[in-house]
C-alpha cells in the first residue's frame, strides 16, 4: 500500500498550490479519502474529505471556500486545490485513505470509512512573503 502525495512547495500569501495523492495496492475506490495538515506544535487536523463515489465533500471551516478536494478513480487519485493561500496554512500535508467522514445537509446524512487506514508521507505546504 502507498500513498504518494506531490505539489507542495513555498508560495506567497494569496497564491495558489495543488496538491495530488496517488495510491496504488488497495481499492481506491472504496475508501473515502481525506487530507490533514500538521503545523509545528499542533495537533494533526482534517481539512477536507471526500465520499468513495467523490460526490460528497466536507471541509473545515478555516478553508472553506478557498480549498476544494476532488478524486479521480479512474486514476485512484485525489487532489487539493488550494487557493487564496494564507501564512496559517503554512503545514505538512498528509493524505489519508479510510478515515471517517461525515457528509451532513438539512435532514440528510452520509457517513463514510473503512475499517483499513493509510498515510501518506506528507508534504510541505509554506506561505510566505
Known amino acids: 500500500v502507498h500513498l504518494a502525495e506531490s505539489g507542495g512547495g513555498t508560495v506567497q500569501p494569496g497564491g495558489s498550490l495543488r496538491l495530488s495523492c496517488a495510491g496504488s495496492?488497495?481499492?481506491?475506490?472504496?475508501?473515502?479519502m481525506s487530507w490533514f495538515r500538521q503545523s509545528p506544535g499542533k495537533a494533526r487536523e482534517s481539512v477536507a474529505g471526500?465520499?468513495?463515489?467523490?460526490?460528497?465533500?466536507v471541509y473545515a471551516d478555516s478553508v472553506k471556500g478557498r480549498f476544494t478536494i476532488s478524486r479521480d478513480n479512474s486514476k485512484n487519485t485525489v487532489y487539493l486545490q488550494m487557493n487564496n493561500l494564507k501564512s496559517e496554512d503554512t503545514a505538512v500535508y498528509y493524505c489519508?485513505?479510510?478515515?471517517?467522514?461525515?457528509?451532513?445537509?438539512?435532514?440528510?446524512?452520509?457517513?463514510?470509512?473503512?475499517?483499513?487506514?493509510?498515510w501518506g508521507q506528507g508534504t510541505q505546504v509554506t506561505v510566505s512573503s
Open positions: 489519508n485513505a479510510g478515515s471517517e467522514i461525515t457528509y451532513s445537509s438539512g435532514s440528510f446524512r452520509l457517513t463514510e470509512s473503512h475499517e483499513n487506514e493509510y
Open positions: 471526500i465520499t468513495k463515489g467523490g460526490g460528497y465533500t
Open positions: 495496492g488497495f481499492d481506491f475506490a472504496n475508501y473515502p
